[in-house]
């Protein structure tokens, strides 16, 4: 099959195994920027596209604002013709474009898709023949049947259209979630399998055929929706589980019983366990948002999700049941939350990355705030913390040496950067939501 443009997919192949092929990403944020490092290193010339000209010119300039990103990685993929631009003429010039920009809730709890349809209108004009297009941004089963193809062929002024099924000519679109887990080291990148769904097969050739250059597993799907599907899943098992912990963990409470030592004890089975872990709510641009694009869609299948929505309503409730529990620490020592100087460690929705897109922090700032605490924060990845989608704080991190200034901490970030025996040894109280003071004797500590 000869296209328009000269190349078969047979061409498009051997130019990704001779890393002839040029890759475009779109969104050099938490997925995208260590995706165009990736195919870096395997010496492909990548374009990152993305709208915020700071983020462009910082990475034009070898700069990262990515705290696990080196600026030598940056410097290193530059050598291997890594530049960021946010000029979508240049989309025509590559053989391959990803799409990694943000799906988040909008403020009824329903997907905005407003990021990827405004991606999706902007590269559809050059879209060219032969081209291979991938959804990588976590969204519901259907989007890209039902909402990227069609903004792809409507925006396209040479009329191409998707080449799904047996047609002959077109450009070629897939799925394909992303899965990683920030600050987990114990998985390398390359070693998580990538799942891919295609609309048609030569799609899910190309896109094999592209990542199996730098992921040594790629499972194919049969469908788009099976792709958009499995990775809804994966994050809904994970918010369902957690969910399961954080109530079992207030049972566990009440009976005198220590969770944590429990879930220890479970793990130890080697088979049909998987440990979760209790916490003080649900962070990050994933867990808490990507299950309520399924109880969306299934609206529009006369079906509920209740799972989804009671794991929602327990985990959005761990906040609330922090704060009430340093409000009870203070009243053991004969105080009361309103007027007291509360100290929340770690602003990052877990330990030791540099993101805070809806960490429970924000939340049990914002609660203390509202009865009346006065409320710092100490956290090493956040000198300063402005305002964002949900949060309007404007505040600056308090250096950890004013401790003893406070009535209590409250240990919100399990950063492994901290000395938990020296804070403890210098709070008025602690109030531990992540099980960091383990091993720790102090009546100081109250651990929920
Ligand atoms: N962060 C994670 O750990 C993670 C893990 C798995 C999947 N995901 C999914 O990956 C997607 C991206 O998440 P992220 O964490 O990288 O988001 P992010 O906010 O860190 O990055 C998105 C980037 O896209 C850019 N952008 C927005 N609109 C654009 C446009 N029209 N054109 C070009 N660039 C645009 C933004 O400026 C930003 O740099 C989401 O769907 C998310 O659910 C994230």
Redo the contacts with the bound molecule.
């Keep these: 099959m000869k296209t328009l443009s000269g190349c078969t997919p047979i061409d498009t192949i051997e130019k990704m195994q001779t890393r002839e092929a040029r890759i475009g990403i779109?969104?050099?944020?938490?997925?995208?920027?260590p995706l165009a490092l990736l195919f870096s290193e395997e010496r492909f010339r990548v374009t990152g596209?993305?709208?915020?000209p700071a983020?462009v010119s910082a990475l034009n300039a070898g700069k990262s604002y990515i705290v696990r990103i080196a600026p030598e990685t940056i410097s290193k993929a530059q050598e291997a013709g890594f530049r960021a631009t946010?000029d979508?003429a240049e989309i025509g010039q590559m053989d391959a474009v990803i799409i990694?920009?943000?799906?988040p809730l909008d403020e009824h709890n329903d997907p905005d898709l407003s990021?990827v349809k405004?991606?999706v209108g902007?590269i559809a004009p050059h879209v060219r023949e032969g081209q291979l297009i991938v959804l990588?941004?976590?969204?519901y089963p259907g989007t890209t049947e039902e909402i990227v193809i069609p903004i792809l062929e409507a925006g396209n002024p040479h009329g191409l259209k998707a080449a799904c099924n047996n047609q002959q000519t077109g450009f070629h679109v897939c799925f394909s979630?992303?899965?990683?887990?920030?600050g987990n080291d114990s998985v390398a990148r390359v070693d998580i399998p990538k799942v891919v769904g295609g609309c048609g097969p030569v799609a899910v050739e190309l896109a094999t055929a592209m990542y199996s250059t730098i992921f040594r597993r790629v499972v194919p799907v049969s469908s788009t929706s099976v792709a958009e599907m499995t990775?809804l899943l994966e994050n809904i098992y994970r918010c369902v589980n957690i969910a399961l912990v954080n109530e079992l963990k207030q049972l566990c409470m009440r009976m005198g019983i220590d969770i944590h030592e429990v879930i220890d004890a479970a793990r130890t089975k080697p088979f049909g366990f998987q440990a979760f872990y209790p916490g003080p709510g649900l962070g990050?641009?994933?867990i808490p948002?990507?299950p309520f694009y399924l109880s969306w869609k299934a609206r529009e299948f006369d079906f509920r999700t209740r799972f989804i929505e009671l794991a929602g309503e327990l985990n959005s409730r761990m906040p609330y049941f922090v704060v009430d529990h340093v409000a009870n620490g203070l009243n053991v020592q004969s105080k009361c939350l309103n007027g007291s100087k509360i100290l929340v460690l770690g602003l990052a929705y877990k330990r030791d990355i540099d993101?805070l897109?809806e960490s429970p922090s924000l939340t049990i700032i914002e609660l203390l705030r509202a009865r009346g605490a006065n409320v710092a924060y100490n956290d090493p990845y956040f000198p300063t913390v402005g305002h964002g989608r949900h949060y309007d704080l404007n505040m600056v991190s308090t250096p950890l040496e004013q401790i003893e200034d406070f009535d209590a901490t409250v240990i919100v970030t399990d950063h492994s950067s901290y000395d938990y025996r020296a804070i403890v040894e210098k709070s008025k109280l602690v109030v531990d939501t992540r099980n960091a003071t383990k091993g720790i004797q102090s009546a100081k500590i109250v651990r929920c």
């Excluded at 596209?49 to 915020?52: A, E, M, R, S, V």
């Excluded at 990694?100 to 799906?103: D, K, L």
């Excluded at 990588?136 to 969204?139: A, F, M, Y």
């Excluded at 979630?177 to 920030?182: S, V």
Aim: proline share 7%.
């Design positions: 779109i969104g050099m944020g938490y997925v995208g920027l596209f993305d709208t915020d983020k946010a979508y990694c920009v943000p799906t990021y405004g991606t902007s990588e941004s976590t969204t979630p992303e899965r990683e887990d920030p990775k990050g641009h994933c948002i990507d993101d897109r």
